[in-house]
């Protein structure tokens, strides 16, 4: 089993989450993150000051498969999410040793 961490855009979710339905994900764990990276933030005027926006908003979803569909999650993500520009985001992976549903005490990839 693979842990697919991907951060991206806030207005991409929706299709995102509906792409990856189709190809077979069951469940998606979604946390509202701030970061920077080359995209360097920007500036906003707040009553007449301007102030550098350092970090900016993104979305970070967490996704366990089994191994066999890590390739078409990540192809997945990645034509939904683009934009072309900087800031689109980024894809992690990560092994999962192990993985227990609680209600049911089913282990391994039964417990996705």
């Avoid at 855009?9 to 764990?29: H, M, N, Q, W, Y």
């Avoid at 995209?39 to 993104?58: A, C, N």
């Amino acid at each position: 089993m693979k842990k697919i961490e991907a951060i991206i855009r806030p207005f991409k979710i929706d299709d995102v989450r509906e792409a990856l339905s189709e190809v077979g994900v069951r469940g998606i764990t979604l946390t509202e993150v701030k970061g920077y990276g080359r995209q360097k933030g920007h500036t906003e005027v707040y009553r007449g000051s301007e102030y550098q926006i350092d970090f900016l908003p993104k979305l970070k979803l967490e996704i366990v498969v089994a191994d066999h569909l890590v390739d078409n999650v990540i192809d997945t993500i990645v034509k939904t999410a683009r934009t072309g520009q900087v800031g689109d985001g980024k894809i992690f992976v990560y092994d999962v040793l192990e993985a227990v549903r609680i209600r049911t005490e089913e282990a391994g990839e039964d417990a996705l």
